[in-house]
């Protein structure tokens, strides 16, 4: 039976995955706690406007598409007290909340953390220091479009593609919300119609184009996968695609590992 694998959310954009067992999907389509929080540029605190609604284009912030060693830090956020903990390693580099004092030290310490990366030239152009963490803690608005989407991808189109690579990359390459397992590879840019994951209806939308995020290993921080090169050359898509848009046709509701998928393929 097609079912969902693993679930994640990502409280702060571009950092750590958090595997969880269930996830909440709200009836604006968003994942509850998924990019609450994002590390922007001095020119980009604000939000640009797109078909009218709060637009935070991801090249406009610490992502791993042009920071990929932010890729080698454990970041976990704890809603209940609004702190958030970085580490690299074993070591510890800051735990601080959300007041202007602890966002202040969150941010000198991430400054810190990239300008002695091998990416630090693209933090010293014009325009993006001081960094600002923007975001209420609380409120999903970071992710790369505007619309409420959740993301979902097979497992098998990520086994399919290591095989081709000859490297060991997983899921969290993708930084998808949704992994489901019992469909062929791919099977998922064909999904136009209803989508059903437990008691959750969703309408499948445009399939994900890749960018250079999925090179970052996320583990080391390191860019050791030609994975984009893969999609196009070795499986023959047009575009790197991997994955696919979910957007909310019911109210929401909370989906759970294990939880069924069925899909309208009419």
């Not at 996830?23 to 540029?41: H, S, Y």
């Not at 803690?137 to 290591?162: A, C, K, M, W």
Request: one cysteine or more; hydrophobic letters at 40%.
């Amino acid at each position: 039976m097609p079912h969902v694998a693993a679930l994640y959310r990502y409280p702060v954009k571009g950092f750590t995955p958090e595997p969880l067992d269930e996830l909440v999907v709200q009836r604006d389509g968003r994942i509850a706690g998924d990019r609450v929080l994002a590390f922007r540029f001095a020119d980009a605190a604000t939000p640009e406007s797109l078909d009218g609604l709060d637009y935070w284009p991801k090249s406009k912030g610490l992502s791993l598409q042009d920071f990929p060693a932010l890729a080698a830090l454990r970041l976990s956020y704890d809603e209940d007290s609004r702190r958030v903990r970085i580490l690299h390693g074993d070591v510890e580099l800051v735990e601080a909340g959300l007041d202007p004092a602890g966002r202040h030290d969150l941010v000198e310490t991430i400054t810190a953390y990239v300008q002695d990366s091998p990416w630090a030239p693209r933090l010293a152009r014009p325009g993006r220091l001081p960094l600002e963490l923007v975001g209420d803690g609380t409120s999903s608005r970071f992710q790369d479009r505007p619309r409420g989407y959740v993301t979902i991808h097979g497992r098998s189109s990520v086994t399919e593609l290591n095989e081709r690579l000859g490297a060991p990359i997983d899921d969290r390459r993708f930084r998808s919300n949704i992994v489901v397992e019992g469909f062929a590879p791919r099977a998922e840019l064909g999904w136009t119609g209803a989508v059903r994951i437990g008691g959750v209806e969703f309408i499948g939308e445009g399939p994900i184009v890749r960018c250079l995020a999925t090179h970052a290993n996320p583990d080391t921080g390191e860019r050791d996968a030609r994975v984009l090169t893969a999609l196009t050359r070795d499986l023959g898509l047009s575009e790197p695609t991997l994955g696919r848009l979910l957007l909310l046709s019911g109210v929401g509701g909370t989906i759970r590992v294990g939880d069924e998928v069925v899909v309208d393929e009419s």
